[in-house]
């Protein structure tokens, strides 16, 4: 009898331990079903140092979870990634994360995964059309704190060039307009040029060549939208000599752009959190899919880095 009794408390034990582990598996990554969950994610370009840096963590966060991930490169284009929104609707993906390429082009994304009943993340930038939430920062906060920082370098005078990032994304929309409140507190400020570099370093290089040509010993600072085209502005200004004279503050704290901080060669950048980005997206993903409660709007503050700074933002 004892030896039944035993096998008896054995097999209840086992049966709990099955349960429990069910448990936790369902608290991670399965739907109501049981079934693993499966997020899609699009994002605008994963040529862009950033934006991988957002992809990877969301992959972290996602096999720390336990959920299936599959990310697409929209490659700069609205229409491939409203067409890869549809393929996620098509798979009956439990949720879907969209970096967008564009705040106007790539509503038609949103509007769609909405009229189909899947949760909708927005991940680092903005579309017209509301999704179900989203997770990134203030861009017209980065926008102040840079301009600020050329304001006061300057000593609220000088000529300035402005780099733009993607003409109608929300990052480039936003960034722009932080920097213009700030340069309409300072009338001794000019916005001496401001075009689109596309967010790319060559880009951004061969722009800000064409500035030397244009405008020479006028430029007092440049202010890049993002990284990428600021070290193109570096190398422009170093090749030419001008570097010494000309302030070059950008935004993304990219590791690029914190050693060009540790060498000098950039002034300041502006520190946008990738990692809680990333992370905060699939787990925002996960409990709406799960229909937990969750934050319809997730803002991660930006940080001015400069050399007396740049120890804490170093790995």
């Given at each position: ?106 509503s038609p994304a949103v509007t769609k995964a909405m009229a189909a ?199």
């Amino acid at each position: 009898m004892k030896s039944v009794t035993l096998l008896s408390s054995l097999v209840f034990m086992a049966i709990l331990h099955m349960g429990c582990n069910q448990g936790s598996s369902s608290e991670q990554g399965q739907n109501s079903e049981g079934k693993k969950l499966v997020v899609g994610a699009t994002m605008l370009s994963m040529q862009n140092e950033f934006i991988v840096n957002v992809a990877d963590e969301m992959e972290k966060k996602a096999n720390e979870s336990n959920v299936e991930l599959i990310v697409v490169d929209a490659e700069r284009s609205p229409l491939k990634q409203v067409e890869q929104v549809e393929s996620f609707i098509a798979q009956k993906v439990d949720a879907i994360i969209l970096n967008p390429c564009e705040v106007e082009a790539s509503s038609p994304a949103v509007t769609k995964a909405m009229a189909a009943k899947i949760p909708i993340i927005n991940v680092n930038s903005a579309t017209s059309a509301k999704p179900t939430a989203f997770v990134g920062s203030d861009d017209v906060e980065s926008g102040r704190i840079a301009m600020k920082y050329i304001a006061e370098k300057l000593g609220g005078k000088g000529n300035v060039v402005m780099m733009h990032g993607l003409m109608g994304q929300a990052a480039q929309i936003q960034r722009e307009q932080g920097a213009q409140e700030i340069l309409k507190q300072y009338p001794n400020m000019k916005l001496l040029a401001h075009q689109t570099a596309g967010w790319d370093r060559a880009k951004g290089m061969a722009l800000m060549e064409n500035w030397i040509q244009s405008y020479g010993n006028q430029i007092n600072a440049v202010f890049a939208q993002n990284d990428e085209m600021g070290m193109g502005a570096v190398k422009a200004l170093t090749d030419a000599g001008l570097k010494n004279k000309v302030i070059v503050v950008s935004i993304d704290a990219i590791p690029d752009a914190l050693q060009a901080v540790k060498k000098g060669t950039l002034d300041a950048t502006v520190f946008q959190n990738a990692q809680q980005q990333g992370s905060k997206a699939i787990e925002t993903a996960i409990r709406i899919a799960k229909g937990e409660s969750y934050e319809k709007e997730t803002l991660i503050p930006f940080q001015l880095v400069t050399k007396e700074n740049l120890a804490k933002f170093l790995n």
